[in-house]
Structure formats: structure tokens, C-alpha cells
């Protein structure tokens, strides 16, 4: 640590960047985004005084190297995940990286023998997974509530997402299950507490390469069947949810990914209906507030680099079910 607080740096003046780190930070005592770096630096200057960000560095190397920074937030599109985080790693720094981890399970792979190599975190920024409604699904789906689970799945769309954003370019790792069916995928492993297969996939094809929806039909072991499906059509529904259905019962979340903005959880057993309801802090200040106590040497998080390599090679497999090339292949 190179002072009482956790300093970290911002590769990139990206959108995400305000509500998934500098408003998270505000909130923490012990944690300060203390410079950013831009490929434009106009543009870095503007972002760097519209989020009070002290510090505006020259270039990305330049950030990843300075001294005064303990870790580096990784926003950047996903095909350049791999490259800055590897080299931020090396120049000492913890690294808190937007999802997904890379462009491919290949790249993961070497990001995570790099923080290894030099003890350092690599954490996957999956931030529902540390909010306190995340934890209680988490804890219904295998504390036999309801009993043997037969089927679940989970759904994510988001329509307005235009022609010309970074999503559609197959160049820089986009594509709908990278950008939105990653958080399904990776919602009915981490519930569940096991891995899935892929049996099959169906995408919708936009620009070459890029799939603006997807739908995959999975298998969990004991024969659990499960289903992702993603959207970024313009005619899909602004929406996000998980299911779960067991021989005792069955789950249902509107919204597991951003509850802090609103959410519906519904749990149906013998017993009843019963609506739960989680208060508190946005899913991004409960991940910075854990990525903060890990690099202290608290708490491991479960979204680190090896968890990584397990998401993109379903992913990557969701791809080649599909008929799609794997991306940054």
C-alpha cells in the first residue's frame, strides 16, 4: 500500500466508470481513485474534473506504472482486457477488471497465472455477486429449501444499445452474451454452486461475428436443466431475472444484477408466497467495499482470475455451439 487509503487508478474515462467505482469510492473511507488516463487526453481532463479525480496521467502505461497507485481499475473494452491487465499486474498493481475477465478462456488463463506469479488480486468486477440479495439466493438454492432443483435460468436484455457502440464490434470482444448473457452464465454457476455444460445455443446475428441475442440451453450436473437467454435487440425488453424451480418450491428475482435500483423477489414453497426485500448500499459499493478489505488481506473474493477462466470457457462454448467464432480467436 502506498498510503493509508487503497489509491487506485482508471485505465480510460469509460461510462461504467461513476457508477461502478468513483461514487462507490465517495462512500469508502479507505479508498480514493486518485488518477485516470485516457487515449484522449481532452477527454481525460474533462471526465478527470467532472468526477473530482485529482490527477490526470499522460497514457495508460504511464498510470499503470506510478508509484503512488496501489491498483488499477480496468474498463476498458474487453479486447484490451488482457494486454493492460497483465501489464498492470507486472508493474505491481492490484487489478479490480470489468466483466468479462477477457476475450476468451486463453486469455484468461494468462491473466490468472499472472497475478499468481506475482501475488497480486485479479478480481472480476461481477459486483451483483457480493450484495446481500445475491447472498440469500445463494443460500435458498442449497440449503435443500427448495429440495432437488430441476430447472433454472436466467435472462438478460437491454434495447437500446445503438449499432455504433463498442458491443457490435467483433474487433474488441463485443457481442450480446459478452456484454449481457455473461451475468446470467455466470448467476446460475455461482447460485448454484455448480458448473453447467453447454448442449446447445441459438444466436441472432447482427455486424459479422456479433450475436444481438443468444438463447443456450445448459445442463448442471445430476441432469438440472438450465437456460440463459440475452438480448440487445431493439425490440427486447429492458429486463433481468432468475428463476429457480425445485420439488419443494421455486424462486423468482426481477433484477439480481442492480437491486439497489428496485427489485422483486419472490419465494413460493409449501408454506406459501413470500416476498423478500434487501435495503442498503449499491451492489458496486459492496464489491469496492470487498475488493478494499481483499487487498488488505481480508476476505478472498470468489470472482477472481480462476474464476475467470471457468466463465469464458462456458462462454466460449456458448460461441461455438452457436456456429460463432470464439472472440480475439
Same mark, same amino acid.
Request: aromatic share 6%; proline share 6%; charged share 25%.
Given at each position: ?40 487526453s481532452?477527454?481525460? #481532463? ?15 502505461? #504511464? ?24 501489464r ?16 476468451n ?11 499468481? %506469479? ?70 446460475? #454457476? ?33 441432469g ?18 432468475f ?43 459492496? %464489491? ?7 487487498? #488488505?488481506?481480508?476476505p ?6 480462476r ?23
Open positions: 500500500m502506498a498510503s493509508a487509503k487503497l489509491r487506485i487508478g482508471l485505465l480510460g474515462a469509460a461510462r461504467i466508470a461513476p457508477e461502478a467505482l468513483i461514487k462507490p469510492a465517495a462512500l469508502i473511507d479507505g479508498v480514493e481513485v486518485a488518477a485516470i488516463a485516457a487515449r484522449d481532452a477527454r481525460a #481532463r474533462e471526465f478527470a474534473n467532472a468526477n473530482k479525480i485529482p490527477r490526470v496521467v499522460a497514457d495508460y502505461n #504511464r498510470l499503470i506504472t506510478d508509484p503512488d497507485l496501489d491498483a488499477i481499475y480496468n474498463p476498458l473494452p474487453n479486447s484490451l482486457h488482457c494486454e493492460w491487465t497483465i498492470a499486474l507486472r508493474a505491481g498493481k492490484h487489478v479490480l477488471c470489468e466483466k468479462p475477465i477477457a476475450s478462456a486463453a486469455e484468461a488463463e494468462r491473466m490468472a497465472e499472472a497475478a499468481e %506469479q506475482t501475488g497480486l488480486l485479479l478480481i472480476e468486477a461481477f459486483h451483483y455477486y457480493y450484495h446481500p440479495l445475491a447472498r440469500r439466493v445463494r443460500e435458498i438454492l442449497r440449503d435443500g429449501t427448495l429440495g432437488r432443483l430441476s430447472h433454472v435460468e436466467g435472462h438478460f436484455s437491454v434495447p437500446f444499445i445503438p449499432a455504433t457502440d463498442i458491443r457490435h464490434d467483433f474487433s474488441l470482444a463485443g457481442g450480446a452474451t459478452m456484454d449481457l448473457g455473461c451475468y446470467p452464465l455466470h448467476m446460475i #454457476r455461482h447460485f448454484t454452486g455448480a458448473t453447467p455444460s453447454v448442449k446447445s445455443a441459438r444466436a441472432r446475428v447482427g455486424a459479422p461475428g456479433i450475436d444481438i441475442a443468444m438463447e443456450a440451453e445448459l445442463e448442471l450436473p445430476g438440472v436443466e438450465a437456460r440463459m437467454s440475452c438480448s440487445m435487440e431493439p425490440t427486447a425488453p429492458l429486463t433481468v431475472t428463476e429457480a424451480h425445485g420439488e419443494r418450491g421455486s424462486l423468482s428475482v426481477v433484477n439480481p444484477l442492480a437491486p439497489h435500483r428496485g427489485h422483486q423477489f419472490t419465494l413460493k414453497t409449501a408454506g406459501g408466497e413470500r416476498r423478500e426485500t434487501f435495503e442498503g448500499e449499491s451492489t458496486y459499493t459492496h %464489491q469496492l467495499r470487498a475488493f478494499e478489505a481483499a487487498v #488488505r488481506g481480508g478472498a473474493m470468489p470472482t477472481d482470475g474464476d475467470g477462466i471457468i466463465s469464458m470457457r462456458i462462454i466460449d462454448d456458448v460461441y461455438r455451439r452457436a456456429g460463432l467464432p470464439v472472440r480475439g480467436a
